[in-house]
């Protein structure tokens, strides 16, 4: 399973964009990156995920590198409720599990 | 539609009771999974249901840990002996289909006393 390292904590000021990296070096072929986010002491919240191309939804950006080792979340105006822990994850998918090893995140706060 | 569901929502008991946590996945779903996540880390993996059968089970600290599923919809996550370490929020997750998006509900705080 691969895992991931991320920045313990990020500062962005409001309506600017947020780029959060992270690194998973050892990332294999079939193995998806999954970003998820928890406010406060909420259950963790979806927001998207990517294999090989970047990909975009209404919430952020994926951006992927060519040799898939790292990849960025790119929050584009990021508001005051965009103050969260980020977690980058790395699918394992195995013939018997989906299992997502979450690690200690990136803790984001948006600055007014 | 209604989200995955966990109750209770905050559970407190004395060291040596037995629990039980009860998750409700979103309607439809074929797969659950239960996560443990301690102050300030990420959520940990436990183990994972397809339908009733229980695929993985290799997170489970030790035996006073067991999960079900009995009619592939509502499971039951249950600690025996309960210890003061076993105190965290314990999470479920469900998604539509076994490689899918997984979507988690509220948690359950526990607290041994």
């Known amino acids: 399973d691969a895992k991931t390292t991320q920045p313990p904590s990020m500062d962005c000021a409001e309506g600017r964009a947020a780029n959060l990296p992270c690194n998973h070096s050892?990332?294999?072929?079939?193995?998806?990156v999954y970003w998820y986010r928890q406010i406060h002491s909420q259950g963790p919240q979806y927001i998207i995920h990517?294999?090989?191309n970047n990909e975009t939804n209404e919430m952020a950006s994926l951006i992927i590198t060519e040799d898939r080792k790292s990849s960025t979340l790119i929050l584009p105006h990021a508001t005051l409720r965009d103050t969260a822990v980020y977690y980058c994850?790395?699918?394992?998918?195995?013939?018997?599990?989906?299992?997502?090893?979450f690690g200690t995140g990136t803790s984001l706060t948006v600055i007014p | 539609g209604a989200g995955v569901s966990q109750s209770p929502r905050y559970k407190v008991t004395k060291r040596g009771q037995d629990v039980a946590l009860r998750c409700d996945p979103i309607s439809g779903h074929v797969s659950l999974y239960w996560y443990r996540q301690a102050l300030g880390q990420g959520p940990e993996f436990l183990t994972y249901f397809n339908y009733e059968a229980q695929q993985d089970k290799s997170g489970l600290p030790n035996d006073r840990f067991s999960a079900e599923r009995p009619e592939g919809s509502i499971s039951t996550l249950t600690i025996q002996r309960t210890e003061q370490r076993d105190s965290a929020m314990y999470r479920c997750?469900?998604?539509?289909?076994?490689?899918?998006?997984?979507?988690f509900g509220p948690g359950t705080r526990l607290t041994v006393l």
């Open positions: 994850i790395v699918r394992y998918l195995s013939n018997t599990g989906n299992q997502f090893y």
């Open positions: 050892t990332i294999s072929g079939n193995e998806y």
């Open positions: 997750a469900s998604s539509l289909i076994w490689a899918d998006t997984q979507y």
């Open positions: 990517g294999l090989k």
